[in-house]
């Protein structure tokens, strides 16, 4: 089976998925980026899929979530909250400098194009107006990101609207990218497509595991008769819950029971995008070891996806500069 992983978008929450995958890596003894033909992520999935793909630990990763998240989200405070909800409403609420800073100590100078898996990023190219995935060398046609610094491509990928600022991407003259969650929240159809139309792999033979960052009871009732002042961020949570809704949907129904799911319905208001007080962390982390370790998941993943079995070693098409 071509075996893919799926990382849903989700700011903080991304510490439930990367504490996924870290037990599930220790528990199998088995490192995601050997066992994964392709890994696609999307927004704080896509920091998470670029570190498995330069070799990092998911146990890195998610230590990355516990010790930076208070500083790429400030704001633990009642004042700081209510500050950064009236900065929401004419520019960007956090620093995005904070956020590279944070991943440049985890990333360093690496390029996207060093990663040991075949990656593919969803981001939002801002100039062009366009969809736009971020891609490993796995064709030959693929050659234009491998340069780009790993942290650009985190950057542009998980530059929420309302959130963060559009990031600019050098590798890319004048390009500048917004979070791949405007229309990718779940990467999923992107991964699957990825592999059918690109590698030529029959859908048959394609085995999908799907690692949310927890979902709460969702509707729109309350905004019925909003305008834009009363819906502020809820527009985004929107647009982020209405595509990975549909986009899991699909799936299930093309996959025909070959794609596993791994994620928590949490209370609603538990969990945010950009709550990133400390005890939230850890909840989102322990929740995470919870959900790997049932027996429904934990079988699953031994049995399909980190069973020993290494994918066939990836052979970029092309390499990076230097």
Known sequence: MFRILSLDGGGIKGAFAASVLATLEEDTGCAAADHFDLIAGTSTGGIIAIGLGLGLPARKVCDFYAGKGSTIFPGTSLVQRTGGRLRQLFGPKHSQAVLRDALVEVFGERKFGESKCRLAIPAYDAIGGRIFVIKTAHHERFRYDIDAPAVDVALATSAAPTYFAAAPFPTHADASYVDGGVWANSPVMVAVTEAVAFLGIPLDDIDVLSVGTTT?????????????????????????????????????????????????????????LDDARPEKIQRLINLGRAEAVKKKNLEAVKARFLNGVAATPFKPFHQPAG
């Open 216 to 272: 709460t009871p969702f509707n729109i009732a309350a905004h019925v008769q909003s305008g834009i002042a009363q819906w502020n961020a809820g527009l985004v949570e929107l647009m982020f819950e209405g595509q990975m809704e549909a986009d899991l949907a699909q799936a299930k129904l093309l996959l025909n029971g070959r794609l596993h799911r791994i994620d928590v319905t949490a209370r609603e208001g538990e969990f945010s």
